[in-house]
């Protein structure tokens, strides 16, 4: 089970940092992902962690202003998003998969879903 928490209504300019705790599962045997989805849009990519916490992706649209960790130690994945944009609003997915020295950025990668907290940046 994975349980994402964090989001909530900030002004554009602000910061947030969202959770993921993960329970049921080795979590240090998963790479972690970030999704995020607009209304009316598809589930995007956002930012993605592997297993060790070693290597990392981010999407062109938050690469330099949010940063994905993990604390095996917690079972917790977090991403913190900085300089917030309208356009940042969307609910936010946390999603697990099967450890590899890579991170994943494709969601069909990804078999765990959990069920998504809301970001809402206004201007």
């Known amino acids: 089970q994975l349980q994402a928490s964090g989001g909530g209504l900030v002004q554009a300019g602000g910061s947030l940092r969202l959770s993921c705790a993960a329970s049921?599962?080795?979590?240090?045997?998963?790479?972690m992902g970030w999704f995020r989805q607009a209304p009316g849009k598809g589930r995007e990519f956002v930012a993605a962690?592997?297993?060790?916490?070693?290597?990392?992706a981010y999407a062109d649209s938050v690469k330099g202003r949010s940063t994905i960790s993990r604390d095996n130690a917690k079972s917790v994945v977090y991403l913190l998003m900085n300089s917030l944009k309208p356009e940042d609003t969307a609910v936010y997915y946390c999603?697990?998969?099967?450890?590899?020295?890579?991170?994943?950025?494709?969601?069909?990668?990804?078999?765990?879903w959990g069920q998504g907290t809301q970001v809402t940046v206004s201007s």
């Open positions: 999603a697990a998969r099967r450890w590899s020295n890579t991170a994943q950025t494709r969601a069909s990668e990804y078999d765990y």
């Open positions: 049921g599962l080795t979590f240090s045997a998963y790479n």
């Open positions: 962690i592997n297993y060790r916490g070693g290597s990392t």
